[in-house]
């Protein structure tokens, strides 16, 4: 079975601190993922990258960057995390640019 | 127009009944279609990807209009355990690409005793 693992699954941070969030995938994977989803506003993309070093912008890059140095572990960013960041963050990865397997998401919250 | 869109529902279903809900999508190249489950506090999981000719798959049935642009989910004899937010997604970008699918919001369904 596809394992996705993330570092917490609560997490709470002050507004200006800098935030890391980490996940690894056991799979071998070349694609994965970070997304963010908030009530009313389902899952958006944040960043993804489909190869070690690469990285895209997804729908909602700002605020945020992204790091992967090899490829079973990709890491979120949040420079100065800020209140409008409190979210779940989830990661998912992919073998294809079809099904993606998600881990099991970290509540973040910024006070 | 949205790119994918679901009815948010909550639909509140007796058990053992039938449930049907819809999902459209805005691009017509669009190339696959899944349904995921996602559980409450919990990740979404893929439930069942959705071919051309539909597919069945124990309870479960999903089907596939390009001509309407929109797919469906058809839960038949459900069960407690069937409640959850079912997730429509979709392969926007044609032919690819990691970024390719896109999440609708979700149809919450609650399946009463």
Known sequence: DVKVTQSSRYLVKRTGEKVFL???????????????????LGLRLIYFSYDVKMKEKGDIPE?????????ERFSLILESAS?????MYLCASSLTTYEQYFGPGTRLTVT | RKEVEQDPGPFNVPEG????????????ASQSFFWYRQD?????KLLMSVYSSGNEDGRFTAQLNRASQY????????????SATY???????????????TFGKGTHLIIQP
């Open chain 2, 17 to 28: 009944a039938t449930v049907a809900f819809n999902c459209t999508y805005s691009n017509s």
């Open chain 2, 40 to 44: 409450c506090r919990k990740e979404p």
């Open chain 1, 63 to 71: 605020g945020y960057s992204v790091s992967r140095e090899k490829k």
């Open chain 1, 83 to 87: 209140t409008n960041q409190t979210s």
């Open chain 2, 87 to 101: 997730l429509c997604v979709v392969n926007m970008k044609g032919g690819g690409g990691a970024d390719g699918l």
């Open chain 1, 22 to 40: 980490e996940c690894v995938q056991d799979m071998d994977h070349e694609n994965m993922f970070w997304y963010r989803q908030d009530p009313g």
């Open chain 2, 71 to 82: 797919i469906s989910l058809l839960i038949r004899d459900s069960k407690l355990s069937d």
